[in-house]
């Protein structure tokens, strides 16, 4: 059977990724749209790409009032202060929130039709021009075809995909990493884990996501606790940025399975960020569905010299106690730990497996997911 790759048209990626591609941005438009957060301006990370944009005698606006959880109502407002400053194509800087609501801003340029009414189709737009500059390494929204929006009328997570999302140039630059505080450092480098992983062993796995997803493991085990330990270095933060381009690259032309599709809909209701509502699934949905993928698990384990044994279901425990120890060497907090409510959360979770289930990403687990089986897991992972 054929497959499909997609990628992004062009990555700079490496030490002064921003520097080297800054002769690049001036065929993309004249009068760029920044889309950030008010961290990204605090850190001076948009300071770095105003000098950019300068020295190429390129305008620009900046629009930072992106939050952690991106909604359709700021990227309403998105669109009416790019209309207004008369920009002419988009520069998203910062973690996965800005460039999803970067994205998100692009289908709205292009069309009068609300977010919602994208919901389960496959989007074909013609928008401005699209340049994803990431600060954290974990999302890897600046590779994908995928965005992710709270719908604020039914608090649902909208999932909303099609191959004109892909921004047409991914500058990946591991300085911009340096700035991010250790629990963003440990929840977005699960993320990319997630990503990896769920790839790996997605029924719609083919050899060339395969091949991104086992190098992303690899690198993510390898450096990603060093990252957490000292965030200056800078070798591993290069290779974490790699490993984060690699899994998007790889669950771009696979899918995601159930950590993400459960984890949305618990973004959605208690605002955990997006990262660490993964990290927190992670572990005990692997454990979960490693039954009926034992063959791919051990790949993975054997992949990472974890072990050399013939034995599928030996090497997939292997592999899971490796995840299990990484895990807890980077302090993600529980769920009553960050503060969710018993009482709500359990009132909520028919509705969480109910959305998760709607979402489809589940349906792309090799095991058979049921709501049902949600339900149990949902309850399962709170402590």
Known sequence: MANTFLTPAKIVSGKDALTTAGSELKKYGNKAFIVTDATMVKLGNVALLEDILKKQSIDYTIFPEVNFEPNDLVVIDAAKAYKENSCDFLIALG??????????????????????????????????????????AGTGSEATKFTIINDTASKTKMLLTGPCLIPDLAIIDPEFTKSAPKSVTSHTGIDALCHAIESYTSRKAQPLSDTFALSA????????????????????????SLAALEAGISFNNS??????????????????PHGLSNAMLLEECMNYVVDAAYDRFADIA????????????????????HLSSLL?????PSMSEYGIDSTEYFNNIDKMA???FASGSPSNTIKEI???DMKILYKKIYK
Request: net charge neutral.
């Open 95 to 136: 973690g996965g929130s800005p460039i999803d609501t970067a994205k998100a801003l692009s289908i709205l340029l292009s069309s009068d039709a609300p977010l919602s009414s994208y919901m389960g189709k496959i989007i074909d737009i013609k928008r401005p021009a699209l340049i994803a500059i990431p600060t954290t």
């Open 217 to 240: 493991i690899k690198r993510i085990f390898n450096n990603l606790q060093k990252c957490y330990e000292n965030g200056n270095d800078i070798e591993a933060r290069i290779q974490m």
């Open 255 to 272: 899918s995601v399975t159930i950590v993400h599709g459960m984890s949305r809909p618990m973004g959605a209701l208690f605002h955990v």
């Open 302 to 321: 054997r992949y990472l010299s974890f072990t050399d044994t013939s034995d599928d279901k030996k090497a997939a425990e292997i592999f899971l106690e």
């Open 328 to 332: 807890h060497s980077l302090n993600v």
């Open 354 to 356: 109910n959305d998760a």
């Open 370 to 372: 049921t709501v049902e």
